[in-house]
């Protein structure tokens, strides 16, 4: 009796290289679904926009869920519709229900964010003004996390967007995600450190993750710099807008 050949191929060896599948499906999605781009662009700007308010730790935390909640509709959508397109090509009632089920769990998760997002942000509307932008100014660490994840969708919008055919979208990439977030950390340090040799080591560490991408042959200098010329940017045009 023969013995059956055991199949690898969609077997992930390591974490590493299971995290960088899912970080391949993730971009795909953004690549190919024009939804998912918007979803990610709507997250963008309701992260800047939260900024402006004085939200709680519990209300960042369910807008936080909110978008996490549409996205995640978004792709097990993406998954059932290719799925189901792959075992029935042609028209079929049952296909057809699947795929509308799966977009109606879409729907209720959009819904559900934009309940949120107004009871967060058109409530609090008519409060808006100097006070709240002084609010923002004197929460550092929040300034931080927010310019940081929005180098992070940058990074990851430009991978999807001009992706060269080589690499994976964890590891390789028109830009060096690693350089960038590494970049925008330093700078963040530089600006509310005020103190030369923690700058210097920000900077410093910066470059050693750069340089590490590049002696490992994940990246290219050019795609490095790329990445570490957006990280900063990005962060600096950040910090000048809500710091000054």
Known sequence: MAKKKKTTRFKSRSFIESFNHAVDGIISAFKYEVNMRFHLLSAIAALLLSLFFDFSRLELLGLAFSISLVFIAELINTAI?????LLQPEYDIAAGMAKDVAAGAVLVAAVNAVIVAY???VVQIE????????????????????AIMIVVLLAIILKSRFSKGHGTHFQGGTVSGHAAVSFSAATVIAAFSHMPLITLLGYLLA?????????GGIHKINEVLAGGLMGTLVTVLILALLTQ
């Open 81 to 85: 519709e290719k799925t189901v397109d």
């Open 119 to 121: 009871l967060l942000f």
């Open 127 to 146: 409060n808006f003004g100097a006070s709240l932008l002084s609010k923002v100014r004197a929460n550092p660490l929040y300034i931080a996390f927010v």
């Open 207 to 215: 470059f050693l993750v750069s340089e590490s991408r590049v002696e």
